[in-house]
């Protein structure tokens, strides 16, 4: 079970993981050794709640394909184990993301003084320009 928040778990059977050999440097070990993870999870067939899902799928991440499924790979570390734990802290820390809720924003209007003071210094911008006109010979 993959730990989301105190009351959200994911089994881990919706979560597809693949070991891949990593890319970049790394001598002849790169090329034996398959240290990468690649994570692949089905958002649309998944136990998540359906406000999340609706959530996860509205997102403009690159992380998240057009058939609504989150693909992760990670290579950071040299150990499998390592970038296994790694991919599934992204994938929780994605979904995290949307679980949190976004406080309604309260219009407000300025106060007199910050009126006041906008005014003010307009008023003194404008007679600073003023002054830069053509000066007669005179």
Do not use: W
């Not at 993870?37 to 998240?64: G, N, T, V």
């Not at 499998?80 to 809720?101: C, D, F, P, Y």
């Not at 309604?104 to 006109?133: E, H, N, V, W």
């Amino acid at each position: 079970m993959l730990q989301i928040s105190h009351n959200l778990q994911i089994p881990e059977n919706e979560i597809d993981l693949q070991a891949i050999r990593a890319q970049g440097s790394g001598g002849q070990n790169v090329n034996k050794v398959s240290s990468a993870i690649h994570l692949r999870f089905d958002i649309r067939a998944s136990s998540l709640p359906d406000l999340y899902k609706e959530r996860l799928l509205a997102l403009s991440d690159q992380r998240i394909n057009s058939d609504g499924v989150v693909v992760i790979k990670a290579q950071q570390f040299r150990t499998q184990e390592k970038n296994k734990e790694n991919a599934l802290a992204r994938l929780a820390q994605l979904i995290q993301s949307v679980t949190v809720e976004q406080k309604k924003r309260k219009a407000t209007r300025p106060t007199l003084g910050s009126k006041k003071r906008r005014m003010d210094k307009k008023t003194k911008r404008g007679q600073i320009k003023s002054l830069r006109g053509k000066v007669d010979p005179g």
